[in-house]
């Protein structure tokens, strides 16, 4: 059997070459980053997260404070009964299933409510300005307005999404695009949700 060649021994760098090999490899580290922060394709991606994410605050905004009031009209409502309340000897409402003269049906999530609404009762309806979706119910004699289901689970969606998009982003500024990709995703699906549901 023939003896292979060994390889030759290896030569430590010196202090100077090592600290030259370092210096090269952030260069060329920095020269691929700046390649890619020119790219079109961060370029696009980095605008569109800056927009989901103000439309995303926007649908937040506008199911918890931004909305504008109409009036309508029940038509029967269907109430679903919550805990006890001992301080008024009764049975809160949890949900209340509201038909509308016009059509609509709402379901809307509230606490500390007692009255049930009756046929042909006036409630407001706080409406989105852009989708003109209904968000929040006021019935007559409430001092409160109550969130519409859909809108509830909007805004938690739309929250959850901004919060890990933030977060991903202060992980390592969008300079990767597994970190931009992620973050598109998670906005558009919160944004998509906000505007169908």
Not at 40 to 53: D, G, H, I, M, W
Not at 181 to 193: E, H, I, K, Q, R
């Amino acid at each position: 059997m023939q003896e292979q060649p060994r390889r030759k021994p290896r030569i430590p760098l010196t202090p100077e070459e090592l600290f030259y090999v370092m210096e090269l490899k952030k260069l060329r580290k920095q020269e691929k980053l700046q390649s890619f922060k020119a790219s079109r394709f961060y370029k696009t991606t980095n605008c569109l997260n800056v927009l989901l994410a103000a439309f995303l605050t926007y649908g937040i905004i506008s199911n918890l404070i931004l909305c504008y009031w109409q009036k309508a009209y029940v038509e029967r409502a269907v109430c679903t009964y919550a805990e006890f309340v001992p301080e008024v000897h009764k049975r809160t409402i949890g949900i209340v299933d509201l038909y509308l003269t016009n059509g609509t049906f709402i379901k809307v999530r509230t606490s500390d409510f007692f009255v049930e609404p009756r046929p042909y009762e006036l409630v407001y309806l706080g409406k989105d300005f852009l989708f003109d979706k209904v968000v929040k119910v006021q019935f007559s004699g409430a001092s409160q307005a109550f969130l519409n289901e859909n809108a509830i689970a909007s805004t938690i969606l739309s929250s959850f999404a901004l919060v890990i998009g933030f977060f991903v982003y202060m992980v390592n500024k969008h300079l990767t695009v597994n970190g931009l990709l992620t973050t598109l995703g998670m906005f558009v699906l919160a944004s998509l949700y906000f505007i169908l549901v």
